[in-house]
Nanobody
Framework: QVQLVESGGGLVQAGGSLRLSCAAS????????MGWFRQAPGKDREFVGG????????YYADSVKGRFTISRDNAKNTVYLQMNSLKPEDTAVYYC??????????????????WGQGTQVTVSS
């Protein structure tokens, strides 16, 4: 069974940075692409970006491109989301996710098999 546990959320001022971590348990971590989603109050959950199994390929939503970076450490079974130049509109609960298919860089909520519990990120203006 796969479990995903996020950490690193918090309150930060606009322009600041945060790094989220997602620790995964279960088999075949490095075989699966991994993704990050976020959900703001009253809005649908949206895809932030994904990373390939090796970490060599990434994909980002236009809203975060150039500001966020996804990486992974397969030795630690951990995926990271480095968030820089944060804006108030980045305020949301951030979720780590593993898709049903192994090699899926662009993800939708329907393509996800495992979700983390989420971590709150609040950006003040």
């Amino acid at each position: 069974q796969v479990q995903l546990v996020e950490s690193g959320g918090g309150l930060v001022q606009a322009g600041g940075s945060l790094r989220l971590s997602c620790a995964a348990s279960g088999p075949a971590f490095s075989s699966y692409f991994m993704g990050w989603f976020r959900q703001a109050p009253g809005k649908d959950r949206e895809f932030v970006g994904g990373v390939s199994g090796s970490g060599g390929s990434t994909y980002y939503a236009d809203s975060v491109k150039g500001r966020f970076t996804i990486s992974r450490d397969n030795a630690k079974n951990t995926v990271y989301l480095q968030m820089n130049s944060l804006k108030p509109e980045d305020t949301a609960v951030y979720y780590c996710a593993r898709p049903m298919a192994q090699h899926m860089l662009f993800m939708t909520t329907r393509s996800i098999r495992y979700w983390g519990q989420g971590t709150q990120v609040t950006v003040s203006s």
